[in-house]
């Protein structure tokens, strides 16, 4: 019989890949990717953090902590997919050279990682705050209350994230890294559970996990309203303004919300943690393969310290 008990919570967190884990540990992170030919490519560094003293105080951590997610995760993403653009770049080679590649030659790797962070970052500015302060702006004659007017916005925002991820859960290949996701929820519930790291072990492991970024991000557009609702409902300018500037302070209390839910196990955080678990469960993690745990395993394995305290939540 499988023991389900919990023995430690651990802070290493990973991000589902294009046929791939990152595992990042306090010490080291690993990329673990399954090549076109089946077989595991594993590329590991030491943890690198934005080395900011400030960065580390309460309510200022979260707003670093996701900043740098979001480097290493693009970085990681590109690594990843680069594995299967080989194939296409020696089409590319027969035909000729693209005009991005003229341009910046060895360069090109890079400005497209900037492009597409820079792009991610414009298309969530639009659709979390553009789209939702322009609609709710429509029931300005009808409602004065400007707390009534915050809910609104934050609900179209809700009901935005939620088709977004929906519609993308349907598509071929994040489907795909959706079943990552689950590998590597699976494999960091083994390991938190004290089992040897066999397929067959994290196989039976619960997919849905309380820590993920998926609920984080449900937790920032829920404490949004909370927040946002102290700003009242100024012009659409100022706005703006106003959820830019108090978007790091949002993230900042989401972060430690998150921190103290992590740590407890009473009915009142579980009961806070389940709406992440409901989106994770209705699009952003499937049920994985046997290869895809294989994957996940060869990951963790790779960054967890021989300290048990440097890892702990």
Known sequence: MTDNTIKRKTSIGGQALIEGIMMRGPILTSIAVRKPNGEIELKVDKTKSISLKIGKLPFIRGMVGLVDAMRIGTDALMYSASFYEEEEDESNEKKGDGLMERIFKDKTDRVMEVFALVLSVVVALVLFFFIPTTVTSLFKNYIKNSVALNLIEGLIRIAIFLTYISVVSLMEDMKRVFMYHGAEHKSIFCYEKGLDLTVENVRVQPRLH????????????????????????????????????????????????????????????????????????????KEPTDDMIEVAITALKEVIPENPELDKW
Do not use: H
Request: proline share 8%.
């Open 210 to 285: 309380p820590r993920c970024g998926t609920s984080f991000l449900f937790s920032v557009m829920l404490i949004s309203i909370v927040v946002l609702s102290f700003f009242g409902w100024p012009n659409p300018w100022v706005r703006m303004l106003t959820r830019l500037a108090a978007l790091p302070l949002i993230v900042g209390i989401s972060y430690e919300v998150n921190k103290v839910l992590g740590r407890s196990d009473n009915p009142i955080a579980r009961a806070l943690v389940y709406p992440g678990l409901f989106i994770q469960k209705i699009a952003t993690v």
